[in-house]
């Protein structure tokens, strides 16, 4: 019998292939039963049509308020703009600036070629091979993008920009990463968190243009891909993580954490008997072809084969490969002969792997520091750095946060965090196991090094998100089972929901001709489908389970207004931190007084003075802070920059600036340098000037030439600048350079960030003289004196014969003089 038109094509359009399946073989077994399986399959249209709808209207929604996020996101990093000035903000983002103003001008064959001759002079710099070229990159095509489609910004303006661009990108990362963990409703909210979490607006500000401004973004895509292909095994999805985690590796250094952090998971895996062909699949290729494309990368190199913090994913790499040969084995032989095999397998495996260890041992041994690079130790030993490597410790960012910092960084997500990870426990899946394993990383790391604070937010704002979805879960499900009229309604959306299981109720109780009831006539798909029903709970059981999960309703609306109340709470302070905290750029400064506004912009003020006052070759020397901004914003050369890759270079001038006036007018003569910028706070109160940082300059210097040493520079230990102060601090030319003439501006010479009186008020310089000093003496600029001529010297003896002559004149011996 020829099933109706109607039952072909009804079910095909509007029912799930599962059931269209089964109306499919019903139909051709029981021609009989067509007509009413059709009254069924109509009567479940609607229902399926209006769960559809609400799934695309849902899209849309979701659509809708990922595109309020990103706005969000961009515009809340514009408060520096819009109450400062479209400009780079910080220290190493000129620098950046500076390179892709270069790579704009020249080409990309310029750029990876280019040697700086004025930056680290003598030893110039070669760009090309020791820069993470992500971020100019990005930026330099996204300007010449604009630029062919004739809008003409600027390269400057595309700098400034890029940061709040990539955050609105980085919070749709998050909303993928976090919708792979628990769904879309915690992917909304982590991505809603993310877009204004103050830790990340204080390195996406507008005008922030460093590497951490693109590299977040490509963090959080990275492990979304990795998420992705462990859910789907697909090795389309796998490509793409490799790809991602090549335009981290050009991004950013932080790349390690990725690296380590993943095979970190796959072991964890493995361990706990989770393995399965999709973790292989997420695993080696990006192993393979990561390692690869990171080999590319001219200031990786091999570096991606060579240093210790990429051996975990080798051996990771390796260990996997012997765990899916052993589940290969187990599947084509029998039990005896896999114990044997297996037997063969480890011996062989221990062999070779202790073979590898042992080759790696090795290498690591051979290598000073242990073939890790100095931040890693200082991550893995707090203390490394402070012992062994001043200059990392030196640098404010990679000191250890206090706990106010957290809570400034990412307010009310400390308590939110321990919630989320309690859910991603129930269930616990290879997606959300990856994310715990995140987040305790990132706090380890984050409590060493305040810069990885950074890394923490996106972790943060997921674990965050998935509480919050799932309290709004719990609350709203309460509320809605206590209200007769949406207890209805929600019934009703179940059953519609699963049409599979309505028509799996009405299925025993359809018989056919002979009266037999289908149950008494088992066959292989009948067994197949009472398991099927079996294994899925009904709509009345499912609805019992979630009452179990009911609070009061009374409970439930306190519980959502508080909520709300701690979501308002977090969005004034992001909106606080964003405007007041992280806008301001370093390189111009506000103070607040009862006189109103006070702007200081002493530090673009003495660049253009160099900028228009000096020659063009001329050398400027100061501390390693300010080489980056004096490079790009007066165009001169400098000794050192905050590249801070030659320690020697660095710890020259330090010597200089912790040895007296002579010794120092020596070194940097020397050096060929003409010019000495100073940073002095001490008459607006202006914390970051070089007194404070200049023990770093004792002990960067002292590590190198030993005879300049840190107790000389302290008075029973503390370090002062009164008349307490020990004689080779007082004599020191940074002392000098800053507080020469400093009396004369209120007549005690009182130091407002020090809060003392200084202890030599009067003394002249000899070999160095103040050519300018900004208007709040905030930067003060020295020219080197020339070299005396030995002839003078020489002068000064026969002008002391002469006067010894004059005197014997006087009394009473004349002598005639031969000249006349």
Not at 220 to 230: A, D, E, G, P, Q
Not at 542 to 554: D, G, I, S, Y
Not at 670 to 680: A, I, N, Q, R
């Amino acid at each position: 019998m020829t099933p109706p038109p109607s039952f072909c094509i009804s079910p095909k359009s509007s029912l799930p292939q599962s059931t269209q399946a089964n109306h499919l073989n019903r139909n051709v077994n029981w021609p009989s039963m067509a007509a009413p399986e059709t009254s069924t399959a109509i009567a479940a249209t609607p229902t399926t049509n209006g769960t559809t709808l609400r799934h695309a209207f849902g899209n849309v929604l979701s659509f809708f308020i990922l595109l309020l996020i990103g706005v969000l996101a961009f515009s809340i990093r514009l408060f520096s703009v819009i109450k400062y000035e479209s400009i780079i903000h910080e220290f190493d983002p000129y620098f950046n600036y500076r390179v892709t103003q270069f790579l704009s001008k020249n080409g990309i064959y310029e750029f990876w070629n280019w040697f700086d001759d004025r930056t680290w002079y003598p030893l110039g710099r070669v760009i090309g091979g020791t820069v993470y070229p992500g971020l100019t990159l990005t930026a330099g095509t996204i300007w010449w993008l604009l630029n062919s489609l004739n809008i003409p910004l600027s390269v400057e303006t595309v700098c400034v920009f890029t940061a709040p661009i990539f955050s609105a990108f980085a919070s749709w990362a998050t909303y993928l990463l976090t919708k792979e963990v628990k769904g879309p409703g915690a992917g909304l909210t982590a991505a809603a968190l993310l877009a204004m979490v103050p830790s990340y607006i204080s390195r996406s500000v507008a005008g922030s243009y460093d590497n951490e401004a693109v590299a977040i973004f490509a963090l959080i895509f990275t492990f979304y891909l990795y998420i992705k292909t462990l859910n789907t095994g697909s090795l389309f999805y796998a490509t793409l993580n490799a790809l991602a985690y090549f335009y981290m590796v050009c991004s950013w250094g932080g790349y390690t954490f990725i690296i380590n952090l993943i095979p970190m998971h796959v072991l964890l895996c493995i361990v706990t008997g989770r393995y399965s062909p999709r973790l292989y699949i997420a695993y080696a290729p990006l192993v393979v072809l990561g390692t690869v494309l990171a080999a590319l990368v001219p200031v990786v190199g091999f570096n991606a084969v060579m240093t210790s913090e990429h051996f975990a994913s080798f051996l990771v790499f390796i260990v996997i490969h012997v765990v899916a040969f052993v589940y290969y084995i187990k599947g084509i032989l029998s039990p005896k002969m896999f114990k044997m095999a297996v037997t063969l397998v480890v011996s062989v495996g221990l062999v070779v792997c202790c073979a590898v260890i042992a080759v790696l041992v090795a290498l690591v041994a051979s290598s000073p520091t242990k073939g890790w690079s100095g931040r890693s130790l200082s991550l893995l030993d707090p203390t490394y750095a402070s012992k062994y490597i001043p200059i990392i410790a030196s640098v404010s960012e990679h000191q250890p946060p206090t706990w106010p910092s957290y809570f400034m960084d990412i307010n009310v997500l400390a308590f939110l965090v321990p919630a989320g990870i309690i859910a991603c426990f129930s269930p616990l899946s290879d997606a959300s196991s990856f994310v715990v394993l995140y987040i305790v990383t990132s706090v380890y790391f984050s409590g060493v090094m305040v810069r990885l604070m950074l890394v923490l937010a996106p972790a943060a704002c997921i674990l965050s998100g998935i509480a919050l979805s799932q309290a709004f879960d719990v609350f709203t499900r309460s509320i809605k089972f206590q209200l007769p009229s949406l207890t209805m309604n929600s019934e009703v959306d179940e059953q519609g929901s699963n049409p599979v299981t309505v028509e799996g109720q009405t299925e025993v109780t359809k018989t056919d001709k002979s009266g037999v009831t289908l149950k008494e006539r088992p066959s292989r798909k009948n067994k197949k489908k009472e398991k099927e029903q079996l294994e899925k709970p009904s709509v009345k059981s499912k609805a019992e389970k979630k009452r179990l999960l009911v609070l009061p309703l009374e409970a439930s609306v306190i519980a959502l207004l508080l909520l709300v109340l701690l979501g308002g709470f977090y969005v004034v302070h992001c909106v606080w931190a964003a405007a007041e905290a992280y806008s301001a750029p370093s390189i111009v400064l506000t103070s607040h007084s009862h006189d109103g506004l006070h702007v200081f912009d002493d530090f673009r003020e003495a660049y253009a003075w160099l900028s228009h006052n000096t020659d063009v070759d001329d050398k400027v020397a100061s501390w390693w802070d300010y080489g980056y901004q004096t490079t790009a914003m007066a165009n001169r050369t400098v000794i050192v920059d905050n590249n801070t890759w030659n320690n020697t270079h660095i710890a020259t001038v330090g010597t200089a600036m912790s040895s007296p006036e002579k010794a120092a007018w020596e070194i940097f003569n020397s050096l060929d340098v003409k010019y000495v910028l100073v940073v002095f706070g001490g008459l607006v109160g202006y914390p970051s000037d070089d007194i404070n940082k200049f023990l770093w300059m004792v002990r960067i210097g002292g590590g190198v030439f030993p005879h300049i040493k840190e107790p000389d520079y302290l008075r029973d230990g503390q370090y002062r600048i009164d008349s307490q102060a020990t004689p080779t601090m007082l004599n020191c030319l940074m002392y000098k350079l800053s507080y020469y003439r400093f009396v004369e501006t209120d007549g005690k010479a009182f130091d407002r960030v020090r809060r003392t009186e200084i202890g030599k008020k009067y003394f002249k310089l000899s070999h160095f003289e103040e050519v300018f000093t900004t208007h709040h003496w905030m930067v003060r600029i020295y020219k080197l004196k020339p070299q005396k001529n030995r002839i003078r010297g020489k002068m000064k003896k026969s002008k002391s014969k002469s006067k010894s002559t004059s005197s014997s004149k006087r009394s009473g011996t004349l002598k005639k003089n031969p000249w006349q």
